[in-house]
Structure formats: structure tokens, C-alpha cells
């Protein structure tokens, strides 16, 4: 895709060749730090022009220090989340709801669906996260010593889980995996097909949860109102995509990145599985570390910001990959210190957007890494093999093959 040119408003000394989308790999890289290769910015300025820093090739203001990028997140007067990004993949006009809606629409969804992942309904699921995650690990124990942690372990426990949510149960579990890798991280034609799939699912399940309504999610949506009138189908749609999108390939990332560090790592691997009460504060450390999502906000009217000129539509890039590695927030930044206190990190996002499902991905998080520490002994990233991971929006770990003996 060529690349467009750059703006006549932004200064050229402003624009740079390195881009977030881009700089850590795209494609699929053995042996990657995709982490690694976008905390190089911190030592120049807080923000500057990347000439192409999304899917579509449009340039952006890359913003780099964790304090303005909160600036940014919390304005979404000045920085709107109306942006369409499933949308474009479709070529239909759905907006994902409610990330890409703006306050106050943004409030009235947000409200609607707070209590489905709120910390009292995530309690409500655990039994059942904790049960998933101890058969498939006693599974994988039971046939070998060793496995592909993503395809045996990350991948369909996350799945799971997410299908339990919506009420369906587990046969269409590697279909759905499937469609949510494409979606996120495949080519051009891989990407639409995945969208359309998708949308057809959901589609189908909220005429089923209409006909037969049932205890779960779905069902729960196509009965809601929002300010005394029932949904439309464009938001049934928009809420349904989102859920699935969300849910599913960021927290078996998660948990792929974590198990890949404590596999590399063998003295935290033992600290945790010996004082398993750190795991908690351990995985809040490895979500600081390790995020996986680049946030891109539009501008509503021009402004100068930091010394750079945004003008009305530019976008503007807050990664959390870079927030969390910023040396004037975190000390030693590229350093995982396991006990790290007060990780004011920004996997989870900042605003009105913050991560919806927070709760249940942290505790299917810490209880995935507790029952593998209390099931797998010594493991260590198996000899000739090497852990795939790739760049992008949303950066992502492919497969992951550990030994133990
Ligand atoms: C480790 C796992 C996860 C990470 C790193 C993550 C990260 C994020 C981030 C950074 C945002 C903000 C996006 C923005 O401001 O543009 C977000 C929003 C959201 N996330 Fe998550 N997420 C995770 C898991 C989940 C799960 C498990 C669910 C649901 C089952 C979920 C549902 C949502 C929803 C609905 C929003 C939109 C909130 C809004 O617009 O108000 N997420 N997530």
C-alpha cells in the first residue's frame, strides 16, 4: 500500500520513518520483542508525525509520554474514538459500540453493559474460569511434556470462557479462534471474510436469543433499552462484534507474553510457583510490560499540542506499548520487576473507554498462571523452536512451545 503523503501542516522536521504499526513487525517474527523495538522513542520528543502508522496507511501523531497520552484519553471532546475500525474491514457503516461512540452516547451503552463485567458478576464466573483452566492444563500435562502453549492452552481456554459469556457451548471453539486471529491479524483477504463471518454469527445468535430467549448475554442485549426505546440492530451488531473482538485474542495474548517471560526467566518462574500470593501483583508487572493495544483517537478541531499543529481529523496514536515503557512514569522501564508497587500502567486504556472487561481478563490471567505453575514443573521454551509474535494494532504472540521435564 503506498504510502499518502504527509500533511501540509505538519512541520517536516516533525515527521518520522518510525511508525508503531509497523516498526515491531507486522508479519509473524520468530524470536520477536515487538516491546522492545517501539521503546526506542522515549529519547526524543513527546510527540511527531509517523508517516504511516495504521492498517490504511494513514500517518499519525504519535504521542510518547504516558502523561499526554492521558491528556489525550481523557479529552474526548478534542479526541474522538469515532473511527469505524471493524467498519473498515466491512466496508459497511457500524461503529463498534460502545468504543467508537463519543460522550454522552458513549455513557448511555457504557451504563447498559457495566454490570455485565463488573467485579461481582466476574466472581459469579470464576468456578467456571478456574475449572476450564486446570482440565486443559491436566490435559496437557497428562499427554506429554511438552505443548504449544497458544494452540493448547491460551487460545481455548480464552475461547471458552468468551463462549460461556454468551451462553453457547464449546464445539465451535477452534471456528471461533480462527476468526478472531484473522480479524486481528490477517492479510487483506483474510481480514474481511473474518469480518463478515463474524457479523453473520452475531447476526444469528440475537435472532435465536429473540425467538429463544435464554439466560446469558446475548439475551440480555436484544431485550435491553437504552433512554425507553429497544436497541436497533446496528447496535445489537456494534455491542456483539465489540465482545468479540475485545475478549478473546487480548487475554490469550496475556497470557502467552507471561508464560513466554517466565519460561526465559527461570528464577521469577520459581519465585511465583513458590509464593503463588505474588501472582496477582505479578501479573499487573507483565501487563505493564507486555501490552497489546496501540489506541488511535481523531481530532475534533486543530490544536497545538506539545508544539506539534493537529489539525481537525489527524490521528493521533496513543500506544500503550510506549506509555508503559516511559522512563519519566516507570523506573527502569525495560526492566520486569515482578514486585513492582504502585504500576500505574496503561494496558487497560485511560478515560471514558477504559477496558470494559478488565476484571474478568485479570483473574483469567492470574488463575491461568496459577493452576500452570501448581500443575507444569521447570519449564523452559523448547530447544529449536522459537516463540512467534508479530506488531501491528494489536500485537500478538502466535505460538509458544515449552518443555518441562
Ligand atoms: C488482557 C486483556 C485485555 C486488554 C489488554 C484490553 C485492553 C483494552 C483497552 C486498551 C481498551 C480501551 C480502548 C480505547 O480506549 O480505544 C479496551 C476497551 C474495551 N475492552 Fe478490553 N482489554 C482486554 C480484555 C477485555 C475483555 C476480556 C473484554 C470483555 C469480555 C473486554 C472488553 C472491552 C470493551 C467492551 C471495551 C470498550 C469500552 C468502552 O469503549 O467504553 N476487554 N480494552
Given at each position: 500500500m503506498a504510502t499518502p503523503p504527509v500533511p501540509d501542516?505538519?512541520?517536516?522536521?516533525?515527521?518520522?520513518?518510525?511508525?508503531v504499526f509497523t516498526s515491531a513487525g507486522m508479519a509473524p517474527t520468530p524470536n520477536g520483542d515487538p516491546h522492545a523495538a517501539v521503546a526506542?522513542?522515549?529519547?526524543?520528543?513527546?510527540i511527531f508525525y509517523s508517516r504511516s502508522n495504521t492498517r490504511d496507511g494513514r500517518g499519525a501523531w504519535v504521542i510518547t509520554r504516558a502523561s499526554d497520552q492521558r491528556r489525550v484519553l481523557q479529552d474526548a471532546e478534542t479526541f474522538?474514538?469515532?473511527?469505524?475500525i471493524f467498519a473498515s474491514a466491512l466496508g459497511?457503516?457500524?461503529?463498534?459500540?460502545?468504543?467508537e461512540l463519543d460522550p454522552p452516547a458513549h455513557g448511555v451503552f457504557r451504563s447498559l453493559l457495566n454490570p455485565l463485567l463488573s467485579p461481582k458478576r466476574v466472581k459469579e464466573l470464576e468456578p467456571a474460569v478456574r475449572e476450564r483452566a486446570s482440565a486443559l492444563i491436566d490435559r496437557i500435562a497428562a499427554s506429554g511434556?511438552?505443548?504449544d502453549v497458544m494452540k493448547d492452552f491460551a487460545f481455548p481456554f480464552t475461547v471458552n470462557i468468551f463462549l460461556r459469556f454468551l451462553g453457547l457451548?464449546?464445539?465451535r471453539l477452534d471456528t471461533f479462534a480462527g476468526w478472531a486471529k484473522d480479524l486481528l491479524h490477517g492479510d487483506d483477504v483474510r481480514r474481511p471474510a473474518a469480518a463478515k463471518t463474524i457479523l453473520a454469527f452475531i447476526d444469528e445468535l440475537a435472532a435465536m436469543r429473540r425467538k429463544e430467549p435464554a439466560d446469558d448475554f446475548m439475551t440480555f442485549i436484544v431485550q435491553a433499552k437504552v433512554e425507553g426505546r429497544w436497541l436497533t440492530d446496528q447496535e445489537v451488531r456494534g455491542i456483539g462484534v465489540l465482545v468479540f473482538i475485545a475478549g478473546l485474542d487480548t487475554v490469550a495474548a496475556a497470557i502467552g507474553f507471561d508464560l513466554a517471560y517466565l519460561a526465559r526467566n527461570l528464577k521469577d518462574q520459581q519465585l511465583l510457583r513458590s509464593e503463588p500470593d505474588r501472582i496477582g501483583l505479578a501479573t499487573e508487572e507483565l501487563l505493564r510490560a507486555y501490552p497489546t493495544i496501540q489506541l488511535i483517537r481523531v481530532a475534533t478541531k486543530d490544536i497545538d499540542f506539545e508544539g506539534a499543529p493537529i489539525r481537525k481529523g489527524d490521528y493521533v496514536s496513543c500506544a500503550t506499548m510506549i506509555a508503559n515503557r516511559d522512563p519519566a512514569e516507570f523506573e527502569c522501564p525495560n526492566t520486569v520487576d515482578?514486585?513492582?508497587?504502585?504500576?500505574?500502567?496503561a494496558a487497560f486504556g485511560y478515560?471514558?473507554?477504559?477496558?470494559?472487561g478488565s476484571h474478568l481478563a485479570r483473574r483469567e490471567i492470574v488463575i491461568g498462571l496459577e493452576e500452570w505453575l501448581a500443575r507444569?514443573?521447570?519449564?523452559?521454551?523448547?530447544?529449536g523452536t522459537a516463540p512467534i509474535t508479530s506488531g501491528g494494532h494489536v500485537f500478538g504472540i502466535e505460538n509458544l512451545i515449552l518443555d518441562w521435564f
Amino acid at each position: 500500500m503506498a504510502t499518502p503523503p504527509v500533511p501540509d501542516h505538519v512541520p517536516p522536521e516533525m515527521v518520522s520513518d518510525f511508525s508503531v504499526f509497523t516498526s515491531a513487525g507486522m508479519a509473524p517474527t520468530p524470536n520477536g520483542d515487538p516491546h522492545a523495538a517501539v521503546a526506542c522513542v522515549h529519547s526524543g520528543p513527546p510527540i511527531f508525525y509517523s508517516r504511516s502508522n495504521t492498517r490504511d496507511g494513514r500517518g499519525a501523531w504519535v504521542i510518547t509520554r504516558a502523561s499526554d497520552q492521558r491528556r489525550v484519553l481523557q479529552d474526548a471532546e478534542t479526541f474522538s474514538s469515532n473511527r469505524r475500525i471493524f467498519a473498515s474491514a466491512l466496508g459497511e457503516d457500524l461503529p463498534m459500540v460502545p468504543l467508537e461512540l463519543d460522550p454522552p452516547a458513549h455513557g448511555v451503552f457504557r451504563s447498559l453493559l457495566n454490570p455485565l463485567l463488573s467485579p461481582k458478576r466476574v466472581k459469579e464466573l470464576e468456578p467456571a474460569v478456574r475449572e476450564r483452566a486446570s482440565a486443559l492444563i491436566d490435559r496437557i500435562a497428562a499427554s506429554g511434556k511438552s505443548c504449544d502453549v497458544m494452540k493448547d492452552f491460551a487460545f481455548p481456554f480464552t475461547v471458552n470462557i468468551f463462549l460461556r459469556f454468551l451462553g453457547l457451548p464449546d464445539d465451535r471453539l477452534d471456528t471461533f479462534a480462527g476468526w478472531a486471529k484473522d480479524l486481528l491479524h490477517g492479510d487483506d483477504v483474510r481480514r474481511p471474510a473474518a469480518a463478515k463471518t463474524i457479523l453473520a454469527f452475531i447476526d444469528e445468535l440475537a435472532a435465536m436469543r429473540r425467538k429463544e430467549p435464554a439466560d446469558d448475554f446475548m439475551t440480555f442485549i436484544v431485550q435491553a433499552k437504552v433512554e425507553g426505546r429497544w436497541l436497533t440492530d446496528q447496535e445489537v451488531r456494534g455491542i456483539g462484534v465489540l465482545v468479540f473482538i475485545a475478549g478473546l485474542d487480548t487475554v490469550a495474548a496475556a497470557i502467552g507474553f507471561d508464560l513466554a517471560y517466565l519460561a526465559r526467566n527461570l528464577k521469577d518462574q520459581q519465585l511465583l510457583r513458590s509464593e503463588p500470593d505474588r501472582i496477582g501483583l505479578a501479573t499487573e508487572e507483565l501487563l505493564r510490560a507486555y501490552p497489546t493495544i496501540q489506541l488511535i483517537r481523531v481530532a475534533t478541531k486543530d490544536i497545538d499540542f506539545e508544539g506539534a499543529p493537529i489539525r481537525k481529523g489527524d490521528y493521533v496514536s496513543c500506544a500503550t506499548m510506549i506509555a508503559n515503557r516511559d522512563p519519566a512514569e516507570f523506573e527502569c522501564p525495560n526492566t520486569v520487576d515482578l514486585g513492582r508497587e504502585d504500576n500505574r500502567h496503561a494496558a487497560f486504556g485511560y478515560g471514558p473507554h477504559r477496558c470494559l472487561g478488565s476484571h474478568l481478563a485479570r483473574r483469567e490471567i492470574v488463575i491461568g498462571l496459577e493452576e500452570w505453575l501448581a500443575r507444569i514443573p521447570q519449564f523452559r521454551i523448547k530447544k529449536g523452536t522459537a516463540p512467534i509474535t508479530s506488531g501491528g494494532h494489536v500485537f500478538g504472540i502466535e505460538n509458544l512451545i515449552l518443555d518441562w521435564f
